[in-house]
């Protein structure tokens, strides 16, 4: 039984239909990619699965532009659609926005532990910062560091690393590497790589197809709110219509 099952996922926006149809499914410990033009659909995919778009329906309600949901999401056998997203993110599926920026004011480690005020103990949360630390070396040597004064990728990182202080049994991550330098970027993905190899699922959103294609065991094409192709990288890049058309490469 996979951990996570999407099941025929819709999301209306007023009268726009962004995901249509969208079934997917991620299993324990899996790495899964998700692909497909600008526009696609894949930031609402992640944020509809990890209970975002439900809280933005529940903001706007009333207010004009109603947003529509379908389908099921079940993430360890259980029904998590229609829970709130600090639920669903406390029974370890852990969703790192797109854009998602570090408090500025706050240190490193104060953002770290601002991510980890669920942990029950004191050597729990200490076992956790230890572990977002070993993942990504270069926040430790700034742990004192003031989060407005890193660099963009740094703070990119910084975000990364703060999803890592839940117990994440799977990490939904949107394009990490968005407008990053190419060095850090490499070193943004050898730390989702050792994310990966310590266990935790990772489904990641990424503009870059052959990055995603390095690191997935298995992805999914996304065009205009549906699950067009789905493979190996192998696979999907023995496909030329799909290579020509929507992977870009
Ligand atoms: N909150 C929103 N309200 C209305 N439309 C939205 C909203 N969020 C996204 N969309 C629309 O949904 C489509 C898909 O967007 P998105 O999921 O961000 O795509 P991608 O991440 O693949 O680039 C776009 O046309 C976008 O304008
Ligand atoms: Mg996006």
């Known amino acids: 039984m996979p951990l996570l099952e999407v099941k025929d996922l819709g999301v209306r926006y007023d009268k726009a239909q962004i995901l249509n149809g969208v079934s997917l499914a991620v299993h324990d410990g899996e790495f899964v990619g998700i692909v497909g033009p600008n526009g696609a659909g894949k930031s609402t995919l992640l944020r ?3 209970g975002l778009v439900r809280f933005e329906a529940r903001m706007k309600r009333g207010a004009g532009g109603d947003i529509v949901l379908a389908g099921e ?14 639920e669903i993110r406390r029974r370890g599926l852990v969703h790192c926005p797109e854009r998602r920026r570090p408090f500025r004011e706050l240190t490193v480690l104060e953002n770290l532990m601002a991510g980890a005020f669920l942990s029950k103990s004191g050597p729990e949360t200490q076992r956790r910062l230890e572990r977002s630390f070993a993942m990504f070396p270069r926040l430790a040597e700034r742990k004192d560091q003031i989060a407005g004064t890193l660099s963009g990728g740094e703070q990119q990182m910084l975000a990364t690393a703060r999803a890592l202080m839940y117990e994440a049994r799977l990490l939904a991550i949107d394009e990490p590497s968005l407008g990053l330098a190419p060095r850090i970027r490499e070193e943004l993905f ?14 990641l959103v990424e503009q870059e197809v052959g990055q995603v294609f390095r690191m997935a065991e298995r992805s999914y094409v996304l065009s205009q709110g549906r699950i067009i192709a789905q493979g190996s990288a192998r696979s999907l890049m023995a496909d030329e219509t799909l290579r020509a058309g929507y992977l870009g490469l």
């Open 73 to 86: 999401v079940r993430f360890g056998a259980e029904r998590i659609d229609g829970l709130p997203a600090h």
């Open 190 to 203: 050898a730390a989702i790589r050792r994310i990966h190899g310590a266990g935790t699922a990772v489904l």
């Open 48 to 50: 509809a699965i990890s």
